[in-house]
């Protein structure tokens, strides 16, 4: 079964923790992608991947860390500089080239207490 | 720069129709999709449509592409409560990442 999985689904962590969220494709897709999505708002893009070993900052990357060593997995560090980190996050990925079609991960739910 | 626009809610009778709109300013786009996003789920492609089509229809759902206007919609005949849920809009204008409206979120009243 091919597709994207985020993993947890739902994670909690204490205020000035640093936190990793995982995501892996085997969809052989080249580009990969995240976002956040809070309550009653649309996508914000923090990061994303075009090729394994680069990456480029979207629009909100303050506080937020990523890698790409490995095309199927682009994990994402919440780190302790992010202000308000407790929101939807959103793992995506793409073919790249002509069809630019994302497919998305069932997202991870982090709460910061 | 670029921007996709959509109204933020929608709310419409079980058996109706649903028209979602949305603007988007670059002229360049190839392709135009639609999304559907459930309660804590992720996104799942519904449709697309092609810039060099002026309508696609696949089932209950048909989109319209006006060019010139740069408007789509998308319309759901027969609307479901299983139709509720945000609904995105996405162009494509070639430059990775796609770009996203801020979705609407469609409400069905039984």
């Known amino acids: 079964d091919g597709g994207i999985t985020q993993s947890p689904k739902y994670l909690f962590r204490k205020e000035g923790q640093n936190v990793t969220l995982s995501c892996e494709q085997n969809?052989?897709?080249?580009?990969m992608y995240w976002y956040r999505q809070d309550p009653g708002q649309g996508l914000r893009l923090i990061y994303y991947s075009q090729i394994v070993n680069d990456f480029q900052k979207g629009d909100i990357a303050e506080g937020y860390s990523v890698s790409r060593e490995k095309k199927e997995s682009f994990p994402l560090t919440v780190t302790s500089a992010q202000k308000n980190p407790t929101a939807f996050y959103l793992c995506?990925?793409?073919?790249?080239?002509?069809?630019?079609?994302?497919?998305f991960g069932p997202g991870t739910r982090l709460t910061v207490l | 720069g670029e921007d996709v626009e959509q109204s933020l809610f929608l709310s419409v009778r079980e058996g109706d129709s649903s028209v979602i709109n949305c603007t988007y300013t670059d002229s360049s786009s190839t392709y135009l999709y639609w999304y559907k996003q459930e309660p804590g789920a992720g996104l799942q492609l519904l449709t697309y449509?092609?810039?060099?089509?002026d309508m696609k229809q696949d089932q209950r759902l048909t989109v319209l592409l006006n060019k010139k206007d740069k408007h789509l919609s998308l319309r759901i005949a027969d609307t479901q409560t299983g139709d509720s849920a945000i609904y995105f809009c996405?162009?494509?204008?070639?430059?990775?990442?796609?770009?996203f409206g801020k979705g609407t979120r469609l409400s069905v009243i039984a």
């Open positions: 996405a162009e494509d204008s070639g430059n990775t990442p796609l770009v």
């Open positions: 449509i092609f810039s060099n089509m």
């Open positions: 995506a990925s793409s073919s790249g080239g002509q069809d630019n079609e994302q497919f």
């Open positions: 969809l052989n897709h080249d580009a």
